[in-house]
T-cell receptor
Framework: DSGVTQTPKHLITATGQRVTLRCSPR?????VYWYQQSLDQGLQFLIQ???????AKGNILERFSAQQFPDLHSELNLSSLELGDSALYFC???????????????FGQGTRLTVV | EDKVVQSPLSLVVHEGDTVTLNCSYE??????LLWYKQEKKAPTFLFML????IEKKSGRLSSILDKKELFSILNITATQTGDSAIYLC????????????FGTGTRLKVLA
């Protein structure tokens, strides 16, 4: 158990809908990272927050947004869902920014999203 | 376009064998290279490399980075069935903002 909690574990929703994925980082971790893993594209970095502020941005679609709250939990919002958004969404957390402090990021077990 | 390529895509070995996994990259403003092991679900961190030529070692695993030739290798000696997993390589780069680019992974299967 990495200490990173993601909810829900599984999610099935219809196209055009909106969902929110939630991530609670390990106690004391300030950075939260979101990743998307699909069969055809592998693991893709989406976005990172550090202590409430956006720190890094990857290939995140405009239909997707995220935020990190004062209690450091983070939410990833996916809207106008398409079939291609079906994937495993991982959240990871680390004490600081991986690059700056040479700390490792711990991954949650992921949320499997199926868009039908 | 930034890219990270891992090879081989897949390999099967017997326990006790040594394997070398490769990761090559082409990114703008490289910052670091990371290796992860992904078993059933969540990837687990193995190494972070920022400097060329300095080997990082953890038990039977070791990794080294060559920033001139733009690649890294991950070595696993005396493989065990528990090493069976997908090994992911990721590069941190800056292009106005920071981002992480992952390779598609190498699937390793170790047979007893």
């Amino acid at each position: 158990d990495s200490g990173v909690t993601q909810t829900p574990k599984h999610l099935i929703t219809a196209t055009g809908q909106r969902v929110t994925l939630r991530c609670s980082p390990r106690s004391g971790d300030l950075s939260v990272y979101w990743y998307q893993q699909s069969l055809d594209q592998g693991l893709q970095f989406l976005i990172q927050y550090y202590n409430g502020e956006e720190r890094a941005k990857g290939n995140i679609l405009e239909r997707f947004s995220a935020q990190q709250f004062p209690d450091l939990h983070s939410e990833l919002n996916l809207s106008s869902l398409e079939l291609g958004d079906s994937a495993l969404y991982f959240c990871a957390s680390s004490v600081g920014v991986v690059r700056d402090l040479n700390t490792e990021a711990f991954f949650g077990q992921g949320t499997r999203l199926t868009v039908v | 376009e930034d890219k990270v390529v891992q090879s081989p895509l897949s390999l099967v070995v017997h326990e006790g064998d040594t394997v070398t996994l490769n990761c090559s990259y082409e990114v703008t403003n490289f910052r670091s290279l990371l290796w992860y092991k992904q078993e059933k679900k969540a990837p687990t961190f193995l190494f972070m490399l920022t400097s060329s030529g300095i080997e990082k070692k953890s038990g039977r695993l070791s990794s080294i980075l060559d920033k001139k030739e733009l690649f890294s290798i991950l070595n696993i000696t005396a493989t065990q069935t528990g090493d069976s997993a997908i090994y992911l390589c990721a590069v941190e780069a800056t292009s106005g903002t920071y981002k992480y680019i992952f390779g598609t992974g190498t699937r390793l299967k170790v047979l007893a």
